[in-house]
Nanobody
Framework: QVQLVESGGGLVQPGGSLRLSCATS????????MGWYRQAPGKQRELVAR???????NYADSVKGRFTISRDNAKNTLSLQMNSLKPEDTAVYYC????????????WGQGTQVTVSS
């Protein structure tokens, strides 16, 4: 099993910045890929950013140039730096871990609320 705990969410004004963190219960070097997803009320969960063990990244078009995903292998943490936040970024953000070489299993954190409002 992999336990994931998100932190860093909160209330921020439009144009502001926020940094989310995800602590893992195991070495992230053993995790194939990790990512951040978000779900706004009444909407489907969507991928925000993803980073593989090899370091390749993917971002949703809506956050490119504003968000940066990173990992700290020494601290076993995943981070999401969010800049120039917009009201439409408001959602519950979830940390995700993909584990396995063939049949990959997804693990999820409990989520952290991000609210962008004046």
């Amino acid at each position: 099993q992999v336990q994931l705990v998100e932190s860093g969410g909160g209330l921020v004004q439009p144009g502001g910045s926020l940094r989310l963190s995800c602590a893992t219960s195991r070495s992230i070097s053993s995790i194939y890929a990790m990512g951040w997803y978000r779900q706004a009320p009444g909407k489907q969960r969507e991928l925000v950013a993803r980073i593989t063990n090899g370091g390749s990244t993917n971002y949703a078009d809506s956050v490119k140039g504003r968000f940066t995903i990173s990992r700290d292998n020494a601290k076993n943490t995943l981070s999401l730096q969010m800049n120039s936040l917009k009201p439409e970024d408001t959602a519950v953000y979830y940390c995700n871990a993909e584990v396995g070489f063939t049949a990959r299993i997804n693990y999820w954190g409990q989520g952290t609320q991000v609210t962008v409002s004046s």
